[in-house]
């Protein structure tokens, strides 16, 4: 190699190596700034409000009739006819079936007869008494006279009519016994009237005329004449879950709708409440009156109830969106002096755009409008007042 060429070499290293020394130095202040650290975030934060709740839950319900009878015969008998049918608007007492029972007009005449018996017997022993009695009376104002009666023809006048009072007694039971009989027969016989129990429509007939009935409790009778519901007066049974129990109060008025009038909504009033939970469906049963005013609805009907959820007491509220959940825990991000905090909480209900929060927070703390795992706790941040949050300071 010439020795002009290593010169020219050796210059071309030179001026490479004086323009690298000069990008090193050009951007080294740019890396001093960086190495002091990223600049802190910007959050947007809102503060934790303390309100009663007041919301309105869709719960499941379904209407019953106010009081219900399956009608059974109280004896075994025949229909010899029955007056209504399904669909049949009664009245309190009015008949709608007649039985007949053979045996039982039997047993009529038999009571009857024992009872003419048994007074029959009473009137001869009060005559006997009466004879006896007025014997012994002549007897003994003739004793008066010495030698005319003697001693024992008086006292054995007394023991008749001693016995003859005893008689009596007896017969007057016998006469009572027999009495109480043919009544107890007559009153059987009038469970051959079959009564309507109250007010209401017939909802199910299962016998027709001819037809062998007999009482509930007998084998093979387990099907009813006839069932009557009281109609113009319903009960809407709700479960209401355990969580929504707290704040019920008896006369509360509670909207609901049925599916037969979707665009009409009925009106009950919580008349009666269980007080006790159901360990299956962990649910409390409420019953509702409603008036069923033109009878519009139907027993059995599902209805849709608009429950008032109330708290008590105030409880905590944050956006929807504060709330993160991650594997391990459900928390908001607080920010208190400019740092992140992870504060752990269990969520209630939620009203609208907030979620009602339980756990270490207190009204008017700051927590991040979005929580995220991304802010860790001892983040520095610097916070800003979400826009909803100004507008409800300034109200």
């Known amino acids: 190699m010439s020795r002009i060429a290593f010169l020219n070499i050796l210059g071309l290293s030179a001026i490479v190596g004086w323009c690298n020394s000069c990008g090193s130095t050009t951007s080294s202040p740019a890396a001093n700034a960086n190495g002091q650290g990223a600049p802190a975030p910007t959050v947007e934060v809102v503060k934790v409000t303390a309100r009663k709740l007041a919301i309105t839950m869709r719960l499941p319900g379904e209407l019953q009739p106010y009081e219900v009878v399956a009608v059974y015969p109280k004896v075994t008998a025949f229909v010899d006819s029955i007056t209504v049918d399904r669909g ?187 007080h006790s939970v159901d360990v299956k469906t962990r649910t409390m049963p409420v019953e509702l009156d409603v008036t069923n005013t033109g009878g519009r609805l139907a027993s059995g009907m599902f209805s849709e109830v608009l429950w008032p959820v109330r708290r008590f007491d105030a409880t905590l509220f944050v956006p929807s969106s504060a709330v993160a959940r991650t594997t391990e825990a459900t928390f908001v991000v607080r920010i208190r002096d400019g740092s992140a905090e992870w504060v752990n909480v269990q969520t209630g209900e939620t009203d609208g755009k907030l979620l009602e929060v339980f756990g270490d927070l207190h009204a008017g703390d700051t927590v991040a409008v979005r929580g995220t795992d991304e802010l860790r706790t001892g983040s520095h941040v610097v916070t800003k007042l979400s826009s909803e949050n100004q507008q409800s300071s300034a109200k």
């Open 88 to 274: 049949s608007v009664v009245k309190s007492g009015q008949l709608m079936a007649r039985l007949v029972a053979p045996e039982l007009a039997a047993q009529h005449a038999e009571a009857q007869s024992k009872l003419q018996g048994a007074e029959a017997q009473r009137v001869e022993a009060e005559a006997k008494l009466a004879a006896d009695q007025g014997t012994y009376q002549r007897l003994k104002a003739a004793s008066g006279t010495p030698g005319v009666v003697a001693g024992n023809d008086l006292e054995v006048a007394q023991k008749s009519v001693e016995g003859d009072r005893a008689r009596l007694e007896a017969t007057r039971e016998s006469a009572q016994a027999a009495k109480a009989a043919l009544k107890s027969i007559a009153e059987v016989e009038g469970y051959l009237q079959i009564q309507a129990p109250f007010d209401g429509v017939v909802t199910e007939r299962n016998v027709h005329p001819g037809a062998l009935v007999g009482s509930a409790s007998a084998s093979g009778s387990q099907v009813p004449l006839v069932k009557v519901e009281k109609t113009s007066r319903l009960r809407l049974v709700v479960p209401v879950p355990e969580k929504y129990a707290a704040g019920m109060v008896n006369g509360g008025k509670v909207e609901f709708t049925v599916p037969a009038f979707p665009n009409q909504t009925f009106t009950g009033t919580v008349a009666r409440i269980a």
